[in-house]
């Protein structure tokens, strides 16, 4: 059985590293302590519903693809409902923009 706490406190540690922030200045900015957010992230507590949404929001976590399992492969539903209706090629070009916004940002 997968151990959520643990997911999402991968997900807030890597969230946190990408945007290049430390654990105090996030602590500070949300008003909590280091310790806190050091336990989260190793999956030492857990979280109430109102901190996970804090968190998800500031770090732009998507909640959903953290707490559904998702076969390597498998498309997640948020991904799902967002292309579905689209044609090939407006769904192509959206992955397309993705794909080059990636790259920009992996040049950063």
Same mark, same amino acid.
Do not use: W
């Given at each position: 059985?997968?151990?959520?706490?643990? %997911?999402?406190? $991968? $997900?807030?540690? &890597?969230? #946190?590293?990408?945007? =290049?922030? $430390?654990?105090? =200045?996030?602590?500070?900015?949300?008003?909590?302590?280091?310790?806190?957010? *050091?336990?989260? &992230?190793?999956?030492? @507590?857990? !979280?109430?519903?109102? @901190?996970?949404?804090?968190?998800?929001?500031?770090?732009?976590?998507?909640? %959903? $693809?953290?707490?559904?399992?998702? !076969? /390597?492969?498998?498309?997640?539903?948020?991904?799902? /409902?967002?292309? *579905?209706?689209?044609?090939?090629? &407006?769904?192509? #070009?959206?992955?397309?923009?993705?794909? %080059?916004?990636?790259?920009?940002?992996?040049?950063?």
């Amino acid at each position: 059985m997968r151990d959520l706490n643990k %997911d999402f406190g $991968a $997900a807030v540690s &890597e969230a #946190r590293r990408k945007l =290049g922030l $430390a654990q105090v =200045g996030l602590a500070e900015e949300l008003g909590k302590t280091d310790r806190s957010i *050091s336990d989260m &992230e190793n999956g030492k @507590t857990t !979280p109430k519903l109102d @901190t996970v949404a804090l968190f998800a929001r500031r770090l732009g976590i998507s909640v %959903d $693809a953290v707490i559904h399992d998702a !076969p /390597q492969g498998d498309v997640p539903f948020c991904v799902k /409902q967002f292309f *579905s209706g689209m044609s090939e090629e &407006e769904a192509s #070009r959206y992955i397309r923009l993705c794909e %080059d916004a990636q790259k920009l940002h992996e040049k950063t």
